[in-house]
């Protein structure tokens, strides 16, 4: 009998945390609701989501707002989520910089801290945490430290397979057989998560993004390396390893030369080409470059714009999300740039039996893997969908 109470007790607890969960991820996808309104939108009866609010309220994840007077009734009090209700750190290992970020529940950055690496190393990256993780704590208000859920780790996937310099191979290779999960949880004694760094740019988009665009799109983030992410009805495709939405291998023929599209739509191919003066030029003004240097961008744009529309016929055949952003490490101004191309040479794919996408600039830009990577402790402990 104990045993059967038991059993029960278990399966109502995880009910509970099931529409707690619920009710946070609503609020947060649709701004402040009333209690009658969440109660509509769950199912729930009105004094079940009465309880669970009130009792996300005390837990401090929520707060009230100002009653709202409707046209008849009693005035209607909007609940948020309380921007101190968590914290969450999130470390970007990239393959140029690595960055410390910490977040409040609103998704707000609190602090970020940055490094140049010219290749990074498991060492390093641990050193600059270690080094860093007590300002970061810092930067949180008194009893904060007991509100952080964790820290999100994003990285390319496979780092030591694309080195930068034959200098940067070896040092790349020691990611191959080291447990950065495992490391950095020794270190910084708190839960720890991994996800792919374009995969986690792209949940960013979903989750914080100011576009039309929420249900279903393909994501392609162009940094130092292109990659991406595929969102379908709501929901970030992670795939069994991890690593779907791994866009910048895929297969696609340029001038004649087939190859993987991060050879041709990586910011890494454009800057190699570039003296470090014209590379800053180009974040402004690509019109102030010299015209022999404008000659090489614009043959770079070219080479990754016919890239993209190779590498979007492709997303589109295969599961037909309808948009597709492109997002990155770049002057919103060239990215915009990149997109208009897109748009004007849509044509020169051949789109027999696959529909044409519409193109969206990402939102985000250069924070969002900060953002994804700052996110995940939050999504795996407060809402419905959760990251291994």
């Known amino acids: 009998m104990f045993e059967t109470i038991r059993e029960i007790a278990k399966g109502q607890s995880r009910i509970r945390h099931a529409n707690e969960r619920y009710v946070l991820t609503l609020i947060r996808t649709n701004g402040p609701l009333p209690k009658a309104e969440i109660a509509r939108k769950t199912g729930l009866s009105a004094q079940s989501a009465t309880i669970i609010i009130n009792r996300l309220e005390e837990a401090g994840l929520l707060q009230a707002g100002q009653p709202v007077k409707g046209s008849k009734g009693q005035p209607r009090v909007p609940f948020s989520l309380d921007p101190h209700g968590a914290f969450s750190i999130g470390l970007k290992i990239g393959r140029q910089r ?9 998704g707000n950055v609190r602090h970020c801290i940055e490094q140049p690496v010219t290749a990074p190393t498991p060492g ?14 810092s930067c949180l208000p008194e009893s904060g430290r007991e509100r952080v859920a964790g820290m999100g780790i994003v990285m390319p996937f496979a780092l030591w397979q ?4 034959s200098a940067s191979d070896s040092e790349l ?33 979903l989750l914080f993004g100011k576009l ?13 390396f292109i990659g991406g992410g595929i969102v379908l009805n709501g929901q970030v495709i992670e795939g069994r390893t991890g690593n779907a939405g791994a866009l910048g291998s895929l297969p696609v023929s340029v001038n004649g030369k087939v190859g993987q599209l991060l050879e041709f739509a990586s910011l890494n191919q454009l800057r190699k080409d570039l003296r470090q003066t014209d590379w800053e030029t ?14 090489k961008v614009d043959n770079w744009l070219d080479d990754a714009t016919q890239a993209l529309v190779q590498a979007s016929i492709i997303a589109q055949a295969i599961h037909d999300a309808g948009n597709i952003i492109i997002d990155g490490s770049m002057a919103p101004y060239f990215k915009a740039l990149i997109v208009e191309r897109i748009a004007a040479s849509l044509d020169s794919g ?7 996408p ?21 999504i795996a402990r407060y809402y419905l969908s959760s990251y291994d």
Not at 98 to 106: H, M, Q
Not at 173 to 200: G, S
Not at 212 to 224: E, L, N, Q, R
Not at 361 to 372: M, N
Request: aromatic share 12%; net charge negative.
């Open 282 to 295: 180009l974040q402004s003004d690509i019109h102030a470059l010299p015209p022999e240097i404008r000659k």
């Open 358 to 378: 519409v193109f969206y600039s990402g939102s985000l830009g250069d924070q969002a893997q900060l953002l994804g990577s700052a996110n995940l402790p939050l």
């Open 212 to 224: 039309p665009v929420k249900d279903s799109f393909t994501y392609f983030h162009i940094g130092a």
């Open 98 to 106: 690595l960055v410390l970020t910490i977040i409040d529940f609103c």
């Open 162 to 165: 694309w080195p930068q310099s």
């Open 124 to 137: 390093g990256v641990l050193d600059f945490v270690e080094n860093n993780l007590a300002l970061l704590y």
């Open 173 to 205: 290779e020691h990611w191959r057989d080291f447990d950065i999960k495992v490391a950095m949880a020794e270190r910084c004694q708190l839960p720890v998560y991994l996800c792919n760094d374009d995969t986690a740019a792209c949940s960013a988009e």
């Open 350 to 356: 051949d789109w027999r039996g696959v529909k044409k």
